[in-house]
C-alpha cells in the first residue's frame, strides 16, 4: 500500500517548554492564539454564534475527539479545517470546568496521513496517548506528556495499523494487506476507521469503526473490529468486537467508537453516518474480549444530518460515570464558520438498563438576572405567554404536574405573532411500552414511555435555514411522577433534558429580532406549573466574544 508523502502543515507552528508557567508565558504571545483571538472577535457579530457552547476560533468543526482529564484540567480535541491549510488537523481547548474553554493551537497535524480525523485518548500516569484515523494511511497512534498536551510525537512516523481496502466484497484475507495476525473478515464492506483506546493488562486494545454486508439484503450493518498490541507499534486483528447486537438499524455502521465502564457495566457510544449517534451497553466479557450488548439507544432521532446531534466523545468521570461532548450539525450556512459543541453531558446507569443523561459541568457560573415564576394554573387549550421571561441565550427549569393534559407544549424563541416559534412538546404515556417494566400484561398501561419533542420546523423564516423532521425521543416517567425539563437556549441551538433520562438537541436560526418569547399551553386538559426558572447566560468567552446576550 502507498503511504502519502509527507506535506508539513502550513499552520503557524512552536516548540513548547516542558513547565505549566513556562508554556503559558509563550502562548501568551504566540501569532496563532493572536489569530484566534482576533477571528474570534471578527465572527462574534453573527448572531447565531453561540455565547456558551463551544464552537471553533476559525472556520469549520467537526468531530468532537480526544476527550480526556489530564493533570487537572479537561482537554478536547476536535476536527479542525485551519484558516491557510484546509485538512483536517485537531484542534484542541482546555477547560477548568468542562463549561468555560480556552484555546490551544493545533494539536495533531497532518504527515504522512492526508488528514486527522476521528479518534480517542487514553491516559496513563506519564503520557496521553492519541489514536486516530489517519486518511490515506489508516490507524494513527502519536504520545504527549507535556503540561498542556501541546506536543505530539506520532509514533514510529506512519500509521501503524496500516488500513486495508475492502470496497470489494469478494477479497479474501490473503488480498488485504496491513493485517497483522489473524485474518482480516472476508467480505468486509468498509474500510477502518475512527478508533478508541484502551488498556487491559499489559495489552492495548484498539476498536476501529466499520461495518459488515449483511449476505441476503446486502445492507451493512455495524461491525466494530478489535486490534491487540503490547508496544503501540505492532497490532494484530483479533474480532468482530460487539456480541447480541440486534439494536441498530440496517444501514447503520460504527463510526467514533468509545468504549468505556459505566457503573458496573460497559457503555459503547459510536455515530452511524445514516442515523447518527447511538449507544450499547452490556457486558465486557474479558476472557473472549466480546462486548455482549444487552441495552441499546439513541443520542440522535432522525437522519444524521441537518442540524442534528451528530458524532460522540467521552470519557469516564473517575465517579461511575461517563463525560460525553457531542458536535451539533449545522443546518444554514454561516460565512467563516458552522457546527458547534453540544454541552457536555454526564451519563450514568440507572439501574442495569437505562441511561440517566444531565448537563455536566459548573453550568450555574453562566447564570444572571434571574427570573422564577411561582405555582400556577395552566388552564386547557390555552397559550400562556411568560411576560417576565423572554431570550435568545438563557437556561429555563421548570417543574410540570401534567394532571390529565394530553400533551404539555413549552414554546421558547417565539417572535409576539408566533411568526417564528420553536416548539417543545411532551406526550406523557403515548410511547411504547416496555414489557419488562410492564411484568407483561400486567402493567401495560404504567410501562409505556412517553415522548418529548422538539419541533423546529416554525423556527426560523430565513429561506436558507434547512429545515428539519422533528426531534422525537422516548422518557419514561413513572405513573405520579411530575414533569422536570431543563432547556438550554443558546442563539442557535436548543437542547432539552427530562428528568434526567433524556435529551434531544436541534440547530435553529430565527431571523428576526424579536425572537425571544417563551410560552406555555396545556392541551386538552388543564395542567399545573409547579415552577420556572430562568437565567440569562454569560458568555464563555473573555474579551474576544463576550457579547451581551438578548434581553
Request: include cysteine.
Amino acid at each position: 500500500m502507498k503511504i502519502p508523502a509527507h506535506h508539513p502543515t502550513r499552520v503557524p507552528h512552536s516548540s513548547f517548554a516542558d513547565t505549566l508557567a513556562a508554556q503559558e508565558a509563550q502562548l501568551a504571545e504566540n501569532p496563532l492564539m493572536l489569530r484566534f483571538r482576533e477571528s474570534r472577535r471578527a465572527l462574534s457579530k453573527d448572531p447565531h454564534r453561540p455565547l456558551y457552547h463551544f464552537v471553533s476560533p476559525e472556520s469549520s468543526l467537526n468531530d468532537p475527539n480526544g476527550l480526556c482529564f489530564w493533570q487537572g484540567k479537561w482537554h478536547l480535541f476536535y476536527q479542525a479545517q485551519p484558516v491557510g491549510d484546509d485538512r483536517t488537523h485537531w484542534g484542541h481547548a482546555v477547560s477548568d470546568d468542562l463549561i468555560h474553554w480556552r484555546d490551544l493551537p493545533y494539536a495533531i497535524k497532518p504527515g504522512p496521513e492526508e488528514r486527522c480525523f476521528s479518534g480517542s485518548i487514553l491516559v496513563e500516569p506519564d503520557r496521553a496517548i492519541a489514536i486516530y484515523h489517519g486518511v490515506g494511511a489508516g490507524t494513527m497512534a502519536a504520545t504527549a506528556s507535556d503540561p498542556l498536551l501541546l506536543d505530539w510525537k506520532k509514533v514510529g512516523g506512519k500509521p501503524v495499523i496500516p488500513c486495508p481496502v475492502m470496497w470489494q466484497t469478494n477479497l479474501g484475507p490473503d488480498q488485504l494487506p496491513g493485517w497483522q495476525g489473524n485474518p482480516a473478515p472476508k467480505g468486509a464492506l468498509n474500510l477502518i476507521y475512527d478508533p478508541c483506546i484502551w488498556k487491559k493488562g499489559d495489552s492495548y486494545y484498539a476498536l476501529t469503526g466499520g461495518a459488515m454486508p449483511h449476505p441476503p439484503s446486502g445492507r451493512r450493518l455495524r461491525t466494530p473490529f478489535l486490534f491487540r498490541s503490547r508496544d503501540l507499534a505492532s497490532w494484530e486483528y483479533l474480532h468482530p468486537f460487539t456480541e447480541d447486537d440486534v439494536f441498530g438499524l440496517p444501514g447503520d455502521d460504527f463510526g467514533c467508537p468509545y468504549f468505556w465502564p459505566i457503573g458496573d457495566r460497559h457503555i459503547l457510544l459510536h455515530f452511524s453516518h445514516m442515523s447518527g449517534g447511538h449507544y450499547l451497553f452490556g457486558d465486557y466479557d474479558t476472557a473472549r474480549d466480546k462486548f455482549v450488548a444487552a441495552q441499546g439507544g439513541r443520542f440522535t432521532f432522525g437522519p444524521a444530518h441537518s442540524g442534528n446531534v451528530h458524532a460522540p466523545s467521552a470519557t469516564p468521570d473517575g465517579k461511575g460515570g461517563v463525560i460525553a461532548i457531542f458536535n451539533v450539525a449545522s443546518a444554514k450556512p454561516t460565512p467563516g464558520w458552522d457546527q458547534l459543541m453540544a454541552l457536555p453531558r454526564r451519563l450514568t446507569l440507572i439501574g442495569r438498563d437505562e441511561l440517566g443523561q444531565e448537563p455536566a459541568g459548573d453550568i450555574a457560573s453562566l447564570r444572571q438576572a434571574h427570573r422564577r415564576i411561582g405555582e400556577m394554573a395552566l388552564p386547557a387549550n390555552r397559550e400562556i405567554v411568560l411576560d417576565r421571561v423572554s431570550g435568545n441565550a438563557i437556561e429555563l427549569a421548570a417543574e410540570i404536574d401534567t394532571q390529565g393534559a394530553q400533551m404539555i407544549e413549552l414554546n421558547v424563541l417565539r417572535s409576539p405573532g408566533r411568526e417564528e416559534v420553536t416548539r417543545i412538546a411532551f406526550y406523557r404515556g403515548r410511547g411504547f411500552p416496555d414489557w419488562i417494566r410492564g411484568d407483561g400484561w400486567t402493567r401495560y398501561w404504567e410501562s409505556r414511555d412517553s415522548l418529548i419533542t422538539l419541533d423546529t420546523s416554525y423556527s426560523s423564516e430565513l429561506p436558507d435555514a434547512v429545515s428539519r423532521a422533528p426531534e422525537t425521543a422516548p422518557v419514561y416517567l413513572a405513573p405520579e411522577e411530575t414533569l422536570k425539563i431543563r432547556i438550554f437556549i443558546d442563539r442557535s441551538v436548543v437542547e432539552v433534558f427530562v428528568n434526567g433520562r433524556q435529551c434531544v438537541a436541534a440547530r435553529v436560526y430565527p431571523g428576526r429580532a424579536d425572537s425571544l418569547g417563551v410560552s406555555l399551553r396545556a392541551q386538552g386538559a388543564p395542567a399545573r406549573l409547579l415552577a420556572l426558572d430562568a437565567w440569562q447566560m454569560k458568555s464563555i468567552y473573555e474579551g474576544a466574544e463576550s457579547g451581551s446576550p438578548a434581553p
